[in-house]
Nanobody, 126 residues
Framework: VRLQASGGGLVQPGGSLRLSCTASGSTLSSYSVAWFRQAPGKEREGVSGIRRRDGATPYAASVKGRFTMSRDRARNTVYLQMNTLKPEDTAVYYC????????????????????WGQGTLVTVSS
């Protein structure tokens, strides 16, 4: 599966963006999919994920209540709706997928995913 992330850009604090991750070469609903982000000088961190088996969708504590991840099977795409953005949300956002089974504690772990998109930059600044 090939993943293409898009939708990043410059937004003011308190604003919103919706990121998209579109798959080609395979049906995305056959995979568990997640969003990660990496800020300059920091490690890559899990933001949210959707587990294929049961649709479990955990969120990182830092984004819970502000971000929503969803899946559109017809468009073979997952989204990350980001509201009430903060400067600390500034990062390159990546989508990732795995065809393997995944346990709850690994949904937001980068090592659990073998397919990665190219990343899209989100900058939150006034």
């Amino acid at each position: 599966v090939r993943l293409q992330a898009s939708g990043g850009g410059l937004v003011q604090p308190g604003g919103s963006l919706r990121l998209s991750c579109t798959a080609s070469g395979s049906t995305l609903s056959s995979y568990s999919v997640a969003w990660f982000r990496q800020a300059p000088g920091k490690e890559r961190e899990g933001v949210s994920g959707i587990r294929r088996r049961d649709g479990a969708t955990p969120y990182a504590a830092s984004v819970k209540g502000r971000f929503t991840m969803s899946r559109d099977r017809a468009r073979n795409t997952v989204y990350l709706q980001m509201n009430t953005l903060k400067p600390e949300d500034t990062a390159v956002y990546y989508c990732a997928a795995t065809s393997s089974g995944i346990i709850s504690s690994s949904i937001l772990q980068p090592s659990a995913y073998e397919y990665w998109g190219q990343g899209t930059l989100v900058t939150v600044s006034s």
